[in-house]
Each structure stands twice: as C-alpha cells, then as structure tokens.
C-alpha cells in the first residue's frame, strides 16, 4: 500500500506552506504529494491567503524536490483549454524528471467558476467537454515526434498542431480519474485512465465502485492493468486527547470523522488501511487538512506508514 499526501489549498495556504508539506512528504518517506485544484474555499473557514493554482505550484515544487511524485486530485476540466493544459502539464514532468499524474474530472463546484468568471455548462456537456479534452491531452503527447496532431470534436478543435512539447515520461503521466458514477466514469477510466480513485466513501462503497471499473475493463477487453486508489481525510493522535485537538483544528466531529474518514490512533488507522487493501485498495490518498501541524505527518510517517 502506498500512501500520499493530498492537501486542499483553497482553504488557507500559501505557497510557502505548501513548499513545507510537500518538503516534510519526501523527507518521511511518502509516495507522493498531491494537491486539490480549486478557487474557492469550502466550509467556514477564512480562505486567506486565497487560491493558488495547482500547476504553477506543482511546477514550483518539481523543482524543490526530487523523489516524490506530484499531482492533482483534480483538476477541472472547466478551468483550461486543453492545448495549453496538455502544455502545461508536459513542462511540470519534464521540471520534475518524470513524477508527474494528472489528475483530471468534471470539475464540480459551481461557485468557484462564478467567483473568477469560468464558465459552468451543464452536468452532461461537462463530462462531454472532459472527454474530449482526455482525448486532445493524450492524444498530444502520443503524437510521434515530427508527426502532427488533429482533432475535430464538438466542442474543441486542434488543427496541424506540432504536439509540444513532450512530458519526460513515455505517453505521458499516469492519467488519473475517479468519481461514484455508474456508467460515464467507469467507460472514461477504461479508455483513458492510469489510476482510477475513488474519494471519501466508505470501504463497502469502494469495493462496489472497483466492481463496476474492474467489470468495465473487463467487458472492453481491456488488458491494461488499472490501479485502484482511495481517498479519505486523516486524523491521527498517539491517545484521545491528541486525537480530539486534531479533529478540532479542522473542525471535525470525531465520532463522525472515524465513521466517515480515517480517524484514531496508528493502530486503528493501519487496521482501516488494511481494509481499504482487502477491497482492492493500492494506494491511499491521506486529506490533510490542518497543513501547519507537520508534527502529524510525522506520527502518520512512524507510526502508520512504517507499519505497513
């Protein structure tokens, strides 16, 4: 089981914090560092200092490390063309030698699109618009080198393009994509996804949402092998106490947080990893949410990742 850190800037992070989560990640021995791609904040908390963008962060960070792999969880497909966004993501592997995942989704949240004047189509057109853009994005960085690139889609259209430049990776980073839906997620993960995760649901809905992408493939004939990934908001403490002032600081109930998340002591947090693994679980996403108190990731470092 891998473990990565996942943050959610949005709700009040600088850069600089950032720069420190992601440092104390590879020092301890994550797999990876993942950030959120949002505008807004969530919830009733200040925001400050206000958003930063994902991949100019994770260009930033490519190059203040130089083990952990760095991505999103996810990026909005509402929020870029995907030309540019193919570009983008390219030049981010190629800083970071190649530890790039891409992350990508609908995109979800209607108020951040109206708070920075993005447009926000409708529930089908969006997931139209995310298929096409999988399609442009790898289709651009698969196109052979000296060879050019079409594309002719509803609502996008890529003419004579020189397909560059390349991410250091070979096809391109791992392409992640998740969600519960039934039929529309399973048939995208299939045909253009690395990874497929599934966020903040319980283990018994996690085994039924691998079901269905593990089924899909299957009936496509995919030979591909899919990672399966979770993702759940973590909350560790040594005794009660500790554990209490950690779901106080990200104003969390604790009953509900070891329901809902993963919450409790290392040994309860290994014994719930354990599970999610029995269910098919590879790698585990760890929301972080308080990002000034490293002292957690060091407990989830020695004490739940150790044991592993």
């Known amino acids: ?7 959610e800037p949005q709700q009040g992070a600088s850069y600089e ?9 590879e020092d301890l021995g994550f797999d990876a560092f993942f950030r959120s791609d949002h505008y807004v904040k969530m919830g009733d908390v200040p925001g400050d200092p206000g958003p930063t963008d994902a991949w100019i962060t994770l260009a930033a960070l490519a190059r203040e490390t130089s083990r952990i792999r760095l991505g999103t969880l996810m990026t909005a497909a509402t929020f870029r063309l995907p030309g540019p966004l193919a570009i983008s993501v390219a030049q981010v592997d190629r800083m970071s030698g190649g530890r790039v995942d891409f992350g990508v989704g609908t995109g979800w949240f209607e108020e ?3 708070a920075y004047g993005i447009p926000f189509p409708s529930l089908n057109e969006r997931f139209e618009r995310l298929e096409e853009q999988l399609e442009i994005i ?19 259209r890529v003419a004579d393009s020189p397909a560059l430049p390349k991410p250091a990776q070979a096809d391109g980073p791992p392409v992640l994509i998740g969600g519960f839906g039934a039929k529309r997620t399973p048939r995208l993960a299939v045909q253009y996804a690395d990874e497929y995760n599934l966020p903040f649901h319980k283990i018994d809905d996690t085994e039924m949402a691998f079901g269905r ?22 909350c560790c403490g040594r005794d009660e106490a ?3 002032r950690r779901a106080d600081a990200i104003g969390r109930d604790l009953t509900e947080l070891r329901e809902n998340g993963l919450a409790g002591t290392p040994a309860e947090l290994v014994d719930k990893i354990g599970k999610f693994g029995e269910v098919g679980a590879e790698c585990l996403y760890l929301q972080v949410l308080d990002l000034h108190d490293l002292n957690h990731l060091e407990l989830l470092a020695f004490e739940v990742l150790n044991r592993l």
């Open 213 to 234: 992408v593990r089924k899909a493939c299957e009936e496509a004939g995919r030979t591909k092998p899919m990672v399966y990934s979770a993702a759940q908001v973590v």
């Open 17 to 25: 914090t950032l720069l420190s989560v992601a440092k104390a990640t």
């Open 112 to 114: 951040e699109h109206t």
């Open 1 to 7: 089981m891998r473990l990565r850190i996942f943050t």
């Open 138 to 156: 790898t289709g651009l960085w698969r196109t052979p080198r000296g060879a050019t690139y079409d594309f002719e889609g509803k609502y996008y």
């Open 242 to 244: 500790e554990l209490k």
